[in-house]
């Protein structure tokens, strides 16, 4: 009993470890984003222009938007720009749903990246 606890630490700091990991997003890859929706989408759209990044399509979510992010600082010039959350767009999209959707978005994801 006296090394369960430990053990459901150690166990706990791994699962969230790689769960943190996971949502990171990588430089010169898609990104997920999210956008304040008070911003308007003509300020979004100006925010995406310059931080350099390709619109590859908009989110479900207001103020979401698939990104195609520069080479080296893009996710920094996002920020910058006023993005709230930039996330891996697969880690984001969550485990169990759309598989059709999930499909989608790999495919896409693959012809840009390509």
């Known amino acids: 009993m006296r090394a369960l606890i430990p053990s459901l630490i150690l ?4 699962f969230l470890t790689l769960m943190v990991q996971s949502f990171l997003p990588k430089e010169g890859r898609p990104v997920w984003v999210l956008f304040n929706p008070a911003m308007g989408e003509q300020q979004q759209m100006q925010a995406i222009v310059l931080a350099d990044a ?9 103020g979401s938007f698939l990104l ?8 920094g010039r996002l920020m910058a720009q006023g993005a709230l959350l930039v996330l891996n767009p697969v880690a984001a999209a969550g485990c169990g749903g759309d598989v059709a959707a999930a499909k989608r ?4 994801i693959q012809s840009i990246t390509e």
């Open 105 to 108: 978005l790999a495919l896409k």
């Open 54 to 62: 390709l619109l590859i399509d908009a989110g479900a979510v207001p």
């Open 68 to 75: 195609k992010g520069a080479e080296s600082g893009g996710i």
């Open 11 to 14: 166990t706990a700091g791994i």
